[in-house]
Protein backbone atom coordinates (compact mmCIF):
# COMPACT_ATOMS: atom_id res chain seq x y z
CA UNK A 1 0.00 0.00 0.00
CA UNK A 2 0.92 3.63 -0.40
CA UNK A 3 1.41 5.79 2.38
CA UNK A 4 -0.28 9.28 2.60
CA UNK A 5 -3.31 10.89 1.65
CA UNK A 6 -3.16 11.18 -1.89
CA UNK A 7 -6.14 12.00 -3.92
CA UNK A 8 -6.74 11.45 -7.57
CA UNK A 9 -9.74 12.55 -9.68
CA UNK A 10 -10.15 9.51 -12.55
CA UNK A 11 -11.86 10.81 -15.64
CA UNK A 12 -12.30 7.63 -17.95
CA UNK A 13 -12.84 8.39 -21.48
CA UNK A 14 -12.87 5.56 -23.57
CA UNK A 15 -8.90 4.59 -24.29
CA UNK A 16 -7.83 8.03 -22.16
CA UNK A 17 -8.54 5.47 -19.45
CA UNK A 18 -4.71 5.06 -19.26
CA UNK A 19 -3.94 8.75 -18.55
CA UNK A 20 -5.60 9.59 -15.06
CA UNK A 21 -4.62 12.67 -14.26
CA UNK A 22 -3.61 13.27 -10.36
CA UNK A 23 -4.68 16.56 -7.90
CA UNK A 24 -4.90 16.90 -4.42
CA UNK A 25 -8.02 16.80 -2.27
CA UNK A 26 -7.70 17.82 0.97
CA UNK A 27 -4.03 17.34 1.08
CA UNK A 28 -2.55 19.77 3.88
CA UNK A 29 -5.88 20.66 5.28
CA UNK A 30 -6.10 20.49 9.00
CA UNK A 31 -8.43 18.69 11.27
CA UNK A 32 -10.02 22.19 12.85
CA UNK A 33 -10.81 23.33 9.00
CA UNK A 34 -11.84 20.33 7.88
CA UNK A 35 -14.57 20.35 10.52
CA UNK A 36 -15.43 23.32 9.56
CA UNK A 37 -17.34 22.06 6.62
CA UNK A 38 -19.75 21.20 8.95
CA UNK A 39 -22.56 22.71 10.71
CA UNK A 40 -21.28 24.18 14.35
CA UNK A 41 -23.88 21.05 16.19
CA UNK A 42 -22.07 18.39 13.66
CA UNK A 43 -18.60 19.93 13.85
CA UNK A 44 -19.26 20.18 18.12
CA UNK A 45 -20.49 16.66 18.30
CA UNK A 46 -17.61 15.39 16.41
CA UNK A 47 -15.19 17.51 18.87
CA UNK A 48 -16.80 16.01 22.83
CA UNK A 49 -16.80 12.03 21.08
CA UNK A 50 -14.02 11.83 18.90
CA UNK A 51 -9.78 12.52 19.98
CA UNK A 52 -8.89 13.46 16.53
CA UNK A 53 -10.00 13.44 12.47
CA UNK A 54 -8.45 10.19 10.80
CA UNK A 55 -6.77 10.58 7.33
CA UNK A 56 -9.84 9.28 5.30
CA UNK A 57 -12.70 11.75 6.80
CA UNK A 58 -10.10 14.71 6.42
CA UNK A 59 -9.29 13.48 2.89
CA UNK A 60 -12.64 12.73 2.12
CA UNK A 61 -15.35 15.11 3.66
CA UNK A 62 -13.79 17.82 1.60
CA UNK A 63 -14.44 15.99 -1.71
CA UNK A 64 -17.78 14.45 -0.63
CA UNK A 65 -18.47 17.95 0.74
CA UNK A 66 -18.30 19.29 -2.91
CA UNK A 67 -20.60 16.58 -4.47
CA UNK A 68 -18.07 14.53 -6.05
CA UNK A 69 -18.55 10.58 -6.00
CA UNK A 70 -15.34 9.49 -4.63
CA UNK A 71 -13.42 5.77 -3.19
CA UNK A 72 -11.82 5.80 -0.39
CA UNK A 73 -8.72 3.48 0.47
CA UNK A 74 -7.84 3.20 4.57
CA UNK A 75 -7.08 0.33 6.85
CA UNK A 76 -9.81 -1.16 8.66
CA UNK A 77 -10.95 1.01 12.09
CA UNK A 78 -10.17 4.62 11.09
CA UNK A 79 -13.66 5.87 10.41
CA UNK A 80 -14.32 5.13 7.11
CA UNK A 81 -18.16 4.66 7.34
CA UNK A 82 -18.38 7.63 9.38
CA UNK A 83 -16.31 9.27 6.63
CA UNK A 84 -19.04 8.68 4.50
CA UNK A 85 -22.11 9.03 6.33
CA UNK A 86 -21.69 12.47 8.21
CA UNK A 87 -21.46 14.92 5.84
CA UNK A 88 -24.64 13.72 4.10
CA UNK A 89 -26.47 13.28 7.61
CA UNK A 90 -25.36 16.98 8.32
CA UNK A 91 -26.77 18.11 5.10
CA UNK A 92 -29.92 16.11 5.58
CA UNK A 93 -30.50 17.71 9.45
CA UNK A 94 -29.24 21.08 8.92
CA UNK A 95 -29.23 22.21 5.77
CA UNK A 96 -31.53 20.26 3.25
CA UNK A 97 -34.24 18.83 4.88
CA UNK A 98 -36.71 16.85 2.53
CA UNK A 99 -39.46 18.78 1.33
CA UNK A 100 -41.50 15.28 0.58
CA UNK A 101 -41.44 11.53 1.75
CA UNK A 102 -38.44 9.65 0.32
CA UNK A 103 -35.06 8.23 0.73
CA UNK A 104 -32.41 10.49 0.29
CA UNK A 105 -29.29 8.09 1.67
CA UNK A 106 -28.73 4.86 0.42
CA UNK A 107 -26.23 2.42 2.11
CA UNK A 108 -25.61 -0.98 0.54
CA UNK A 109 -23.54 -3.51 2.43
CA UNK A 110 -22.61 -6.92 1.21
CA UNK A 111 -23.68 -8.43 4.08
CA UNK A 112 -26.92 -8.62 6.63
CA UNK A 113 -24.63 -8.75 9.42
CA UNK A 114 -22.73 -5.36 8.75
CA UNK A 115 -26.13 -3.86 7.73
CA UNK A 116 -27.80 -4.20 10.77
CA UNK A 117 -23.88 -3.20 12.81
CA UNK A 118 -24.35 0.15 10.57
CA UNK A 119 -27.68 0.74 11.37
CA UNK A 120 -26.99 0.29 14.51
CA UNK A 121 -23.92 2.34 15.00
CA UNK A 122 -25.63 4.88 13.16
CA UNK A 123 -28.28 6.33 15.81
CA UNK A 124 -25.46 6.72 18.05
CA UNK A 125 -24.22 10.09 16.49
CA UNK A 126 -28.04 11.08 15.35
CA UNK A 127 -29.19 10.88 18.84
CA UNK A 128 -26.07 13.19 20.26
CA UNK A 129 -26.23 15.57 17.15
CA UNK A 130 -30.34 15.78 18.17
CA UNK A 131 -29.44 16.44 22.13
CA UNK A 132 -26.95 19.23 21.32
CA UNK A 133 -29.46 20.90 18.67
CA UNK A 134 -32.01 20.81 21.05
CA UNK A 135 -30.06 22.33 24.06
CA UNK A 136 -28.72 25.23 21.57
CA UNK A 137 -32.25 25.68 20.61
CA UNK A 138 -31.20 24.96 16.80
CA UNK A 139 -34.08 24.01 14.37
CA UNK A 140 -33.20 20.18 13.31
CA UNK A 141 -34.95 17.48 11.27
CA UNK A 142 -34.20 14.19 12.53
CA UNK A 143 -34.11 11.79 9.78
CA UNK A 144 -36.05 8.32 9.78
CA UNK A 145 -33.69 5.05 9.17
CA UNK A 146 -34.89 2.28 7.39
CA UNK A 147 -33.73 -1.34 7.00
CA UNK A 148 -34.56 -4.04 4.07
CA UNK A 149 -32.41 -7.08 3.94
CA UNK A 150 -33.36 -10.87 3.75
CA UNK A 151 -34.36 -10.94 7.31
CA UNK A 152 -36.62 -7.56 7.15
CA UNK A 153 -40.18 -8.57 8.35
CA UNK A 154 -43.15 -8.58 5.90
CA UNK A 155 -44.08 -5.55 8.79
CA UNK A 156 -41.48 -3.36 8.10
CA UNK A 157 -41.47 -3.86 4.74
CA UNK A 158 -45.01 -2.57 4.41
CA UNK A 159 -44.19 0.15 6.76
CA UNK A 160 -41.62 1.19 4.16
CA UNK A 161 -44.02 1.27 1.55
CA UNK A 162 -45.85 3.54 3.11
CA UNK A 163 -43.59 5.31 5.16
CA UNK A 164 -40.10 5.31 3.70
CA UNK A 165 -37.08 6.36 5.76
CA UNK A 166 -34.37 8.90 4.66
CA UNK A 167 -31.64 6.69 5.53
CA UNK A 168 -31.89 3.07 3.84
CA UNK A 169 -29.42 0.56 4.85
CA UNK A 170 -30.24 -2.82 2.21
CA UNK A 171 -28.26 -5.48 0.51
CA UNK A 172 -27.19 -5.14 -3.08
CA UNK A 173 -30.20 -8.15 -3.90
CA UNK A 174 -32.51 -6.43 -1.24
CA UNK A 175 -31.90 -3.24 -3.78
CA UNK A 176 -32.78 -5.00 -6.67
CA UNK A 177 -36.06 -6.36 -5.12
CA UNK A 178 -37.08 -3.25 -4.16
CA UNK A 179 -36.33 -1.42 -7.38
CA UNK A 180 -38.51 -4.26 -9.14
CA UNK A 181 -41.60 -3.51 -6.93
CA UNK A 182 -43.52 -0.43 -6.17
CA UNK A 183 -41.65 0.67 -3.32
CA UNK A 184 -39.18 1.77 -6.33
CA UNK A 185 -40.71 5.18 -6.07
CA UNK A 186 -39.64 5.72 -2.65
CA UNK A 187 -35.99 5.53 -4.30
CA UNK A 188 -36.59 8.53 -6.82
CA UNK A 189 -35.02 11.25 -4.25
CA UNK A 190 -31.76 9.33 -3.70
CA UNK A 191 -28.85 11.68 -4.04
CA UNK A 192 -26.54 9.62 -2.30
CA UNK A 193 -25.02 5.62 -2.66
CA UNK A 194 -22.67 4.26 -0.45
CA UNK A 195 -21.27 1.23 -0.84
CA UNK A 196 -19.70 -0.36 1.99
CA UNK A 197 -16.28 -3.28 1.79
CA UNK A 198 -16.70 -2.77 -2.46
CA UNK A 199 -13.72 -4.95 -2.90
CA UNK A 200 -15.89 -7.86 -2.24
CA UNK A 201 -18.00 -7.03 -4.93
CA UNK A 202 -16.29 -5.66 -7.68
CA UNK A 203 -14.86 -9.56 -9.22
CA UNK A 204 -18.08 -11.05 -8.48
CA UNK A 205 -21.36 -11.87 -10.25
CA UNK A 206 -23.04 -9.90 -7.39
CA UNK A 207 -20.94 -6.84 -8.09
CA UNK A 208 -21.95 -7.38 -11.45
CA UNK A 209 -25.60 -7.40 -10.28
CA UNK A 210 -25.23 -4.66 -8.39
CA UNK A 211 -23.66 -2.22 -10.94
CA UNK A 212 -26.82 -2.96 -13.20
CA UNK A 213 -29.15 -1.98 -10.25
CA UNK A 214 -26.98 0.74 -9.87
CA UNK A 215 -28.10 1.95 -13.27
CA UNK A 216 -31.34 1.29 -13.16
CA UNK A 217 -31.12 3.80 -9.75
CA UNK A 218 -29.50 6.34 -12.09
CA UNK A 219 -32.57 6.10 -14.55
CA UNK A 220 -34.90 6.22 -11.94
CA UNK A 221 -33.71 9.51 -10.35
CA UNK A 222 -33.94 12.55 -12.38
CA UNK A 223 -30.91 14.16 -10.84
CA UNK A 224 -26.86 12.54 -11.12
CA UNK A 225 -26.49 10.37 -7.70
CA UNK A 226 -23.19 10.82 -5.67
CA UNK A 227 -21.36 7.49 -5.19
CA UNK A 228 -19.51 6.83 -2.64
CA UNK A 229 -17.25 3.29 -1.85
CA UNK A 230 -15.25 2.46 0.82
CA UNK A 231 -13.00 -0.54 1.53
CA UNK A 232 -9.43 -1.01 3.40
CA UNK A 233 -8.51 -4.00 0.78
CA UNK A 234 -9.24 -2.82 -2.86
CA UNK A 235 -6.62 -2.68 -5.83
CA UNK A 236 -6.03 -1.70 -8.18
CA UNK A 237 -8.05 1.35 -7.23
CA UNK A 238 -8.51 3.05 -10.91
CA UNK A 239 -10.76 -0.26 -11.69
CA UNK A 240 -12.54 0.31 -8.82
CA UNK A 241 -13.17 3.61 -9.01
CA UNK A 242 -15.07 2.51 -12.87
CA UNK A 243 -16.92 0.01 -11.24
CA UNK A 244 -18.16 2.40 -8.54
CA UNK A 245 -19.26 5.18 -10.97
CA UNK A 246 -20.14 3.41 -14.19
CA UNK A 247 -20.26 4.91 -17.32
CA UNK A 248 -22.58 7.08 -19.52
CA UNK A 249 -23.56 6.93 -22.75
CA UNK A 250 -22.08 10.50 -24.63
CA UNK A 251 -22.69 12.13 -27.87
CA UNK A 252 -25.03 14.95 -29.15
CA UNK A 253 -26.74 16.41 -26.49
CA UNK A 254 -26.43 13.68 -23.87
CA UNK A 255 -28.42 11.06 -25.90
CA UNK A 256 -28.08 7.56 -26.46
CA UNK A 257 -27.43 6.57 -29.79
CA UNK A 258 -27.82 2.79 -30.77
CA UNK A 259 -27.61 1.23 -33.88
CA UNK A 260 -30.52 1.11 -36.06
CA UNK A 261 -31.83 -0.97 -39.08
CA UNK A 262 -30.41 2.10 -41.47
CA UNK A 263 -26.93 1.42 -40.61
CA UNK A 264 -26.86 -1.96 -39.92
CA UNK A 265 -24.16 -2.79 -42.41
CA UNK A 266 -22.11 -0.10 -41.14
CA UNK A 267 -21.76 -2.27 -37.92
CA UNK A 268 -21.23 -5.53 -39.23
CA UNK A 269 -18.29 -3.65 -41.49
CA UNK A 270 -17.37 -2.36 -38.02
CA UNK A 271 -16.64 -5.92 -36.43
CA UNK A 272 -15.26 -7.17 -39.20
CA UNK A 273 -12.77 -4.72 -40.34
CA UNK A 274 -9.58 -6.34 -38.85
CA UNK A 275 -7.64 -3.27 -40.35
CA UNK A 276 -8.81 -0.66 -38.55
CA UNK A 277 -7.08 2.27 -38.25
CA UNK A 278 -6.48 3.75 -34.85
CA UNK A 279 -7.99 7.31 -35.27
CA UNK A 280 -10.74 5.09 -36.70
CA UNK A 281 -11.29 3.27 -33.16
CA UNK A 282 -10.77 6.53 -31.05
CA UNK A 283 -13.34 8.43 -33.07
CA UNK A 284 -15.80 5.47 -32.39
CA UNK A 285 -14.89 5.66 -28.59
CA UNK A 286 -15.26 9.00 -28.05
CA UNK A 287 -19.12 8.79 -29.06
CA UNK A 288 -19.20 5.78 -27.14
CA UNK A 289 -19.87 5.49 -23.49
CA UNK A 290 -18.08 7.63 -21.00
CA UNK A 291 -16.82 6.44 -17.37
CA UNK A 292 -18.12 9.18 -14.65
CA UNK A 293 -15.78 11.12 -12.82
CA UNK A 294 -14.40 9.70 -9.19
CA UNK A 295 -12.28 11.29 -6.54
CA UNK A 296 -9.91 8.65 -5.32
CA UNK A 297 -8.83 9.12 -1.55
CA UNK A 298 -5.86 7.31 -0.79
CA UNK A 299 -5.90 7.02 2.60
CA UNK A 300 -4.03 3.43 2.78
CA UNK A 301 -1.35 2.94 5.36
CA UNK A 302 -0.55 -0.53 6.28
CA UNK A 303 -1.96 -1.33 9.56
CA UNK A 304 0.23 -2.86 12.17
CA UNK A 305 -0.10 -6.71 12.16
CA UNK A 306 1.27 -9.54 15.38
CA UNK A 307 0.49 -12.22 13.44
CA UNK A 308 1.76 -15.78 13.66
CA UNK A 309 1.86 -19.35 11.95
CA UNK A 310 1.36 -22.48 14.57
CA UNK A 311 1.29 -25.72 14.16
CA UNK A 312 -0.18 -27.63 17.27
CA UNK A 313 1.69 -31.13 16.21
CA UNK A 314 5.46 -31.59 16.29
CA UNK A 315 5.60 -33.18 12.35
CA UNK A 316 2.81 -32.76 9.82
CA UNK A 317 4.40 -35.51 7.71
CA UNK A 318 3.48 -37.83 10.37
CA UNK A 319 -0.57 -36.93 10.52
CA UNK A 320 -1.32 -39.58 7.88
CA UNK A 321 0.70 -42.49 9.98
CA UNK A 322 -1.83 -45.03 11.59
CA UNK A 323 -2.86 -44.41 15.19
CA UNK A 324 0.36 -46.70 17.27
CA UNK A 325 -2.68 -46.58 20.12
CA UNK A 326 -3.30 -49.78 21.44
CA UNK A 327 -7.00 -51.68 19.53
CA UNK A 328 -9.33 -53.59 20.94
CA UNK A 329 -9.24 -57.14 18.54
CA UNK A 330 -11.07 -56.08 14.64
CA UNK A 331 -11.41 -52.36 15.92
CA UNK A 332 -10.73 -50.67 12.42
CA UNK A 333 -7.34 -48.57 12.35
CA UNK A 334 -8.11 -44.55 12.85
CA UNK A 335 -5.66 -41.85 11.05
CA UNK A 336 -3.91 -39.17 13.31
CA UNK A 337 -6.07 -36.19 13.09
CA UNK A 338 -5.14 -32.39 12.95
CA UNK A 339 -8.12 -31.78 15.25
CA UNK A 340 -6.61 -34.23 17.99
CA UNK A 341 -3.86 -31.80 19.27
CA UNK A 342 -5.45 -28.51 17.44
CA UNK A 343 -8.94 -28.37 19.88
CA UNK A 344 -6.56 -28.52 23.16
CA UNK A 345 -4.57 -25.64 21.93
CA UNK A 346 -7.43 -23.51 20.73
CA UNK A 347 -9.06 -23.97 24.16
CA UNK A 348 -5.67 -22.84 25.68
CA UNK A 349 -5.36 -20.19 23.77
CA UNK A 350 -9.11 -18.85 24.28
CA UNK A 351 -8.65 -19.07 28.57
CA UNK A 352 -5.56 -16.82 27.86
CA UNK A 353 -7.38 -14.10 25.78
CA UNK A 354 -10.76 -12.00 26.59
CA UNK A 355 -12.81 -11.99 23.79
CA UNK A 356 -11.16 -14.58 20.76
CA UNK A 357 -12.99 -14.66 17.06
CA UNK A 358 -12.11 -17.95 14.89
CA UNK A 359 -12.20 -18.06 11.36
CA UNK A 360 -12.93 -21.34 9.39
CA UNK A 361 -13.38 -21.48 5.60
CA UNK A 362 -17.01 -23.91 5.83
CA UNK A 363 -19.91 -23.69 8.55
CA UNK A 364 -19.77 -27.69 9.29
CA UNK A 365 -16.53 -27.09 10.13
CA UNK A 366 -17.96 -24.32 12.49
CA UNK A 367 -20.28 -26.19 13.74
CA UNK A 368 -18.12 -28.83 14.88
CA UNK A 369 -15.40 -26.96 16.07
CA UNK A 370 -17.68 -24.96 18.81
CA UNK A 371 -19.20 -28.20 19.75
CA UNK A 372 -15.72 -29.81 20.31
CA UNK A 373 -14.64 -26.82 22.24
CA UNK A 374 -17.60 -27.09 24.45
CA UNK A 375 -16.78 -30.54 25.13
CA UNK A 376 -13.56 -30.17 26.12
CA UNK A 377 -13.83 -27.10 28.40
CA UNK A 378 -16.94 -28.46 29.98
CA UNK A 379 -18.99 -25.80 29.65
CA UNK A 380 -20.30 -23.25 27.00
CA UNK A 381 -17.16 -21.68 26.49
CA UNK A 382 -17.82 -21.06 22.43
CA UNK A 383 -20.47 -20.09 19.88
CA UNK A 384 -20.89 -20.42 16.16
CA UNK A 385 -21.83 -18.11 13.73
CA UNK A 386 -22.95 -18.23 10.06
CA UNK A 387 -25.37 -17.21 7.04
CA UNK A 388 -27.61 -20.70 7.70
CA UNK A 389 -28.53 -19.23 11.97
CA UNK A 390 -31.65 -17.91 12.21
CA UNK A 391 -31.84 -14.15 12.04
CA UNK A 392 -32.86 -14.01 15.73
CA UNK A 393 -30.07 -16.05 16.63
CA UNK A 394 -27.41 -14.34 14.74
CA UNK A 395 -28.05 -11.01 16.63
CA UNK A 396 -28.21 -12.24 20.01
CA UNK A 397 -24.98 -13.42 19.18
CA UNK A 398 -23.69 -10.80 17.38
CA UNK A 399 -24.93 -8.31 20.65
CA UNK A 400 -23.14 -10.79 22.53
CA UNK A 401 -20.15 -10.68 21.17
CA UNK A 402 -19.62 -6.75 21.01
CA UNK A 403 -20.15 -6.89 24.62
CA UNK A 404 -17.71 -9.00 26.06
CA UNK A 405 -19.59 -11.82 26.80
CA UNK A 406 -18.33 -14.63 24.06
CA UNK A 407 -15.13 -16.06 25.19
CA UNK A 408 -15.03 -17.73 22.16
CA UNK A 409 -16.77 -17.21 18.73
CA UNK A 410 -16.37 -19.85 15.38
CA UNK A 411 -17.18 -18.32 12.11
CA UNK A 412 -17.35 -18.61 8.66
CA UNK A 413 -16.71 -14.97 6.25
CA UNK A 414 -20.50 -13.89 8.05
CA UNK A 415 -18.52 -11.95 10.44
CA UNK A 416 -15.29 -10.87 7.62
CA UNK A 417 -16.51 -7.34 6.66
CA UNK A 418 -16.32 -3.99 8.18
CA UNK A 419 -18.45 -5.22 11.90
CA UNK A 420 -17.31 -3.30 15.01
CA UNK A 421 -16.05 -6.31 17.18
CA UNK A 422 -15.11 -3.78 19.77
CA UNK A 423 -13.64 -6.55 22.81
CA UNK A 424 -12.04 -8.85 20.35
CA UNK A 425 -8.32 -9.32 21.12
CA UNK A 426 -7.18 -12.09 19.06
CA UNK A 427 -8.60 -13.76 15.71
CA UNK A 428 -7.46 -17.24 14.72
CA UNK A 429 -7.66 -18.22 11.28
CA UNK A 430 -7.79 -22.38 10.76
CA UNK A 431 -6.40 -23.26 7.69
CA UNK A 432 -4.92 -20.50 5.07
CA UNK A 433 -7.90 -17.69 4.19
CA UNK A 434 -8.91 -17.64 1.13
CA UNK A 435 -7.51 -14.75 -0.44
CA UNK A 436 -4.77 -11.73 1.01
CA UNK A 437 -7.38 -9.59 1.39
CA UNK A 438 -9.73 -12.06 3.46
CA UNK A 439 -7.14 -12.55 5.54
CA UNK A 440 -6.49 -8.45 6.05
CA UNK A 441 -9.90 -8.42 6.87
CA UNK A 442 -10.28 -11.17 9.04
CA UNK A 443 -7.44 -10.79 11.56
CA UNK A 444 -8.61 -6.51 10.54
CA UNK A 445 -11.18 -7.43 13.45
CA UNK A 446 -9.12 -7.14 16.06
CA UNK A 447 -7.66 -4.20 17.50
CA UNK A 448 -10.46 -2.56 15.46
CA UNK A 449 -9.45 1.11 16.32
CA UNK A 450 -7.50 3.95 15.28
CA UNK A 451 -3.70 3.32 15.14
CA UNK A 452 -4.29 -0.29 17.58
CA UNK A 453 -2.14 -3.27 16.12
CA UNK A 454 -4.36 -6.53 15.02
CA UNK A 455 -2.96 -9.84 16.40
CA UNK A 456 -3.72 -13.34 14.99
CA UNK A 457 -2.57 -16.93 14.59
CA UNK A 458 -2.85 -18.91 11.35
CA UNK A 459 -3.20 -22.63 12.18
CA UNK A 460 -2.58 -25.05 9.23
CA UNK A 461 -4.47 -27.98 8.33
CA UNK A 462 -2.30 -30.17 6.10
CA UNK A 463 1.83 -29.83 5.07
CA UNK A 464 0.39 -28.26 1.42
CA UNK A 465 -2.19 -26.21 3.96
CA UNK A 466 1.49 -24.78 5.63
CA UNK A 467 3.11 -23.17 2.31
CA UNK A 468 -0.13 -21.08 1.67
CA UNK A 469 -0.49 -20.17 5.35
CA UNK A 470 3.28 -18.64 5.61
CA UNK A 471 2.30 -17.10 1.75
CA UNK A 472 -0.39 -15.28 2.79
CA UNK A 473 1.20 -14.43 6.17
CA UNK A 474 4.24 -12.96 4.06
CA UNK A 475 2.09 -10.98 1.68
CA UNK A 476 -0.17 -9.83 4.44
CA UNK A 477 2.58 -7.98 6.44
CA UNK A 478 3.97 -6.88 2.97
CA UNK A 479 0.14 -5.33 2.20
CA UNK A 480 0.06 -7.08 -0.79
CA UNK A 481 -3.86 -7.19 -1.44
Partial sequence: MQNGGRAAAVRSKGKSDRRNQTQGVGSGVSPASVLDLFHPVTANWFRSVYKDVTAPQREGWPAIARGESTLILAPTGTGKTLAAFLWCVDRLMFREPPATPGCRILYISPLKALAVDVERNLRSPLAGMTELARRDGVPIHVPEISIRTGDTPQ?????????????????????????????????????????????????????????????????????????????????????????????????????????????????????????????????????????????????????????????????????????????????????TSIWQPMHPR???????????LIFVNARRIAERMAGALNELAGEPIARAHHGSLAAAQRREIEE????????????????????????????????????????????????????????GIIFPKYRADLVACAAVTQAMHEGHV
Avoid: W
Fill in 155 to 335: QERARFRRHPGEILITTPESLYLLLTSGASEALRSIDTVIIDEIHALVPTKRGAHLALSLERLQALCAHPVQRIGLSATQRPLEEVARFLAGAEEQGSGGTQRHPGPANTEAVVQDFTDALETEAALDAREASGPRFRPVTIVNAGTRKPLRLSVQVPVEDMAKLRDLDDQPRAAGQTPKY
Fill in 346 to 356: LLEIIRSRTST
Fill in 400 to 455: MLKAGQLRALVCTSSLELGIDMGAIDLVIQVESPPSVAAGLQRIGRAGHSVGAPST
